[in-house]
Nanobody
C-alpha cells in the first residue's frame, strides 16, 4: 500500500500562487509515476500534471501548461505542484495520485493511478 497526503491548499486571489505538496509513505519503491488531478463541483476529476520517478519526464494538461510546474524529490518521496497565475476556474479539490505500473508514457487518466490522497481545496477568488 501507498499512502498519500496532500498539503498546501487554501484561498488565493486571482493571479496569485500556491504550492501543493504530496507526501508518500508505505511501499514507495513500487511507485513509477505521481500525478496531480483536480475536481471542481459537478465536474469530472481531470488530469493536471504528472511526473515519472525515474528519469525526469513530465506531462501537463493544456490548462496547466506555462502556469503550473510539477517536481519531485525521490529522497523525500514528495511531489509538489507549483501553481502560478491562478484563475478562478482553477478552483477545485486537488488530488495527488501514484501509479505503480511501469509505462512508456506518463499516465494522464485517473483510471491508470492506483493510489489517491484525500485531496486539498484550492479556491481562487476573482
Amino acid at each position: 500500500q501507498v499512502h498519500l497526503v496532500e498539503s498546501g491548499g487554501g484561498l488565493v486571489q486571482d493571479g496569485g500562487s500556491l504550492r501543493l505538496s504530496c507526501a508518500a509513505s508505505g511501499r514507495t519503491l513500487a511507485m513509477h509515476s505521481m500525478g496531480w488531478f483536480r475536481q471542481a463541483p459537478g465536474k469530472e476529476r481531470e488530469f493536471v500534471a504528472g511526473i515519472t520517478l525515474g528519469y525526469v519526464s513530465t506531462a501537463y494538461a493544456d490548462s496547466a501548461k506555462g502556469r503550473f510546474t510539477i517536481s519531485r524529490d525521490n529522497a523525500k518521496n514528495t511531489a509538489d505542484l507549483q501553481m502560478n497565475s491562478l484563475k478562478p476556474e482553477d478552483t477545485a479539490v486537488y488530488y495527488c495520485a501514484a501509479d505503480v505500473t511501469r509505462r512508456i508514457t506518463i499516465p494522464t487518466t485517473r483510471f491508470q493511478y492506483n493510489y489517491w490522497g484525500q485531496g486539498t481545496q484550492v479556491t481562487v477568488s476573482s
